[in-house]
């Protein structure tokens, strides 16, 4: 890994950590949410920190360059991500269903 | 037995009119107008001749509808529900046929099928039909001639199936779950008419995004469903 782009994901990692817990103090955000993308940041500064350890990692698994490595394992941090995502937009969906089919059922009732 | 015929209407304001006439000169089945949060007058032309409305405070759909209607044909005990279209489509002359093959124990969901006795035309519009009923065939074994009809009629055990599994919809996928829960499925010789008014929940573009998802479901989804256990 160059000395440049370690540089660049210390420095964006750093931004996302103080980001994350800004939103918190202003309650933008849930704790629950946002341990993920402190996890995630944290592991970016470990990466960048520890560029021999990254090296010799992806060295043994085969990859043309380390920064391959670094780039496959922030895909699949994302991927996993969005998916959790795409799973509590489905839940939310259904509760706001149960709850509009609920008023609606309450509402007939009560004519 | 109890029947409720439930009609899903989306701004169906030229429309619902007519059809709760034609339900009620040719059928003496309980109805229920569940209005899907429409935007034009539907609401008040339904109060105006007072007829059994719900209304859904947030617009989501057809699947939602028909649930709703479900939850509350098992709330007020019905033992049929029937699924009607709002939009002048369906014709409530055949409705008896289809309560009293369920009334005779011929099947668990009755269909008002098309193309029982008539051959399907072979037109761009019936290519998707034609698709999913051989979907259906190689996954259950069942051929259903008209499986994307509107007009179907569920018995008790159907609407409990409904009210267990809110991923259930009011379309051909459910019919391969229900096939693999060992329902049985008939259908019945019926004519539809081409609508009048308005705009029908599966516009021409939707259409391709409609057959995708159900192959989906069907395939990867319902197909895998497992018997209920005794």
């Given at each position: 890994?160059?000395?440049?782009?370690?540089?660049?994901?210390?420095?964006?990692?750093?931004?996302?950590?103080?980001?994350?817990?800004?939103?918190?103090?202003?309650?933008?955000?849930?704790?629950?949410?946002?341990?993920?993308?402190?996890?995630?940041?944290?592991?970016?500064?470990?990466?960048?920190?520890?560029?021999?350890?990254?090296?010799?990692?992806?060295?043994?698994?085969?990859?043309?360059?380390?920064?391959?490595?670094?780039?496959?394992?922030?895909?699949?941090?994302?991927?996993?991500?969005?998916?959790?995502?795409?799973?509590?937009?489905?839940?939310?969906?259904?509760?706001?269903?149960?709850?509009?089919?609920?008023?609606?059922?309450?509402?007939?009732?009560?004519? | 037995?109890?029947?409720?015929?439930?009609?899903?209407?989306?701004?169906?304001?030229?429309?619902?009119?007519?059809?709760?006439?034609?339900?009620?000169?040719?059928?003496?089945?309980?109805y229920?107008?569940?209005?899907?949060?429409?935007?034009d007058?539907?609401?008040?032309?339904?109060?105006?001749?007072?007829?059994?409305?719900?209304?859904?405070?947030?617009?989501?759909?057809?699947?939602?509808?028909?649930?709703?209607?479900?939850?509350?044909?098992?709330?007020?005990?019905?033992?049929?529900?029937?699924?009607f279209?709002?939009?002048?489509?369906?014709?409530?002359?055949?409705?008896?046929?289809?309560?009293?093959?369920?009334?005779?124990?011929?099947?668990?969901?009755?269909?008002?099928?098309?193309?029982?006795?008539?051959?399907?035309?072979?037109?761009?519009?019936?290519?998707?039909?034609?698709?999913?009923?051989?979907?259906?065939?190689?996954?259950t074994g069942?051929?259903?001639?008209?499986?994307?009809?509107?007009?179907?009629?569920?018995?008790?055990?159907?609407?409990?199936?409904?009210?267990?599994?809110?991923?259930?919809?009011?379309?051909?996928?459910?019919?391969?779950?229900?096939?693999?829960?060992?329902?049985?499925?008939?259908?019945?010789?019926?004519?539809?008419r081409?609508?009048?008014?308005?705009?029908?929940?599966?516009?021409?573009?939707?259409?391709?995004?409609y057959?995708?998802?159900?192959?989906?479901?069907i395939?990867?989804?319902?197909?895998?469903?497992?018997?209920?256990?005794?």
């Amino acid at each position: 890994m160059t000395i440049t782009l370690r540089v660049i994901l210390i420095i964006c990692s750093l931004i996302s950590f103080i980001l994350c817990i800004t939103r918190i103090k202003q309650s933008k955000l849930k704790i629950e949410n946002s341990v993920i993308w402190m996890i995630g940041s944290i592991l970016l500064i470990i990466m960048s920190i520890f560029a021999n350890a990254v090296e010799w990692i992806a060295n043994k698994l085969g990859f043309m360059a380390p920064v391959n490595f670094v780039f496959l394992v922030i895909i699949g941090f994302l991927l996993i991500q969005a998916f959790i995502d795409n799973m509590r937009i489905s839940t939310l969906n259904e509760k706001i269903k149960d709850l509009n089919h609920y008023i609606a059922l309450k509402e007939k009732e009560r004519e | 037995m109890k029947t409720l015929i439930i009609i899903p209407a989306y701004n169906e304001e030229l429309n619902i009119e007519k059809t709760i006439k034609d339900l009620k000169d040719n059928t003496n089945y309980d109805y229920l107008i569940i209005n899907d949060c429409s935007k034009d007058k539907t609401k008040e032309v339904c109060k105006k001749n007072k007829f059994n409305i719900l209304s859904l405070p947030i617009n989501y759909g057809l699947t939602s509808g028909i649930q709703v209607g479900m939850k509350y044909a098992y709330k007020n005990n019905y033992d049929i529900v029937i699924q009607f279209d709002g939009d002048g489509q369906h014709q409530a002359t055949y409705l008896k046929d289809l309560v009293k093959e369920i009334e005779n124990g011929n099947c668990n969901i009755a269909i008002g099928s098309r193309f029982v006795n008539k051959k399907k035309p072979k037109n761009m519009r019936m290519f998707g039909s034609i698709l999913l009923t051989l979907a259906i065939k190689i996954t259950t074994g069942q051929k259903i001639k008209d499986p994307t009809s509107g007009m179907r009629a569920y018995d008790k055990k159907a609407i409990e199936y409904f009210i267990k599994n809110p991923s259930l919809t009011p379309e051909p996928d459910t019919l391969v779950y229900m096939l693999k829960k060992k329902m049985k499925i008939k259908e019945v010789q019926v004519e539809m008419r081409e609508r009048e008014y308005g705009e029908s929940y599966l516009k021409p573009l939707k259409s391709a995004e409609y057959m995708i998802n159900m192959f989906f479901s069907i395939i990867f989804i319902r197909a895998m469903t497992r018997k209920d256990k005794k």
